[in-house]
């Protein structure tokens, strides 16, 4: 079993900046790929950024140059970092880790960007 907590979400406006954290329980972290999602109101859940346990990234198109993600080992903490932020980056933002011991998601937290 797996348990992750996200934390950094808030308000912002346009053009700020957020650094979301995901903490994660257990001993399979530093082997599992860690990803950002996030879904806006009425919309499907879409990938944010992901990273691998050798640390390889990838993004959508829509955040890369903006979003940045990393991971700290010896402390079980994924990161996104959020910057030039927009109306449309407004969504939930959850953290997915998998696949050992199986595929587990967070709770979500809210990201809101005022125009």
């Known amino acids: 079993q797996v348990q992750l907590v996200e934390s950094g979400g808030g308000l912002v406006q346009a053009g700020g900046s957020l650094r979301l954290s995901c903490a994660a329980s257990?001993?399979?972290?530093?082997?599992?790929?860690m990803g950002w999602y996030r879904q806006a109101p009425g919309k499907q859940r879409e990938l944010a950024a992901t990273?691998?346990?050798?640390?390889?990234?990838n993004y959508a198109d829509s955040v890369k140059g903006r979003f940045t993600i990393s991971r700290d080992n010896a402390k079980n903490v994924v990161y996104l970092q959020m910057n030039n932020l927009k109306p449309e980056d407004t969504a939930v933002y959850y953290c997915?880790?998998?696949?050992?011991?199986?595929?587990?998601w967070g709770q979500g937290t809210q990201v809101t960007v005022s125009s």
């Open positions: 990273i691998t346990s050798g640390g390889s990234t």
């Open positions: 997915r880790s998998w696949p050992f011991p199986g595929d587990y």
């Open positions: 257990g001993r399979h972290f530093s082997m599992n790929t």
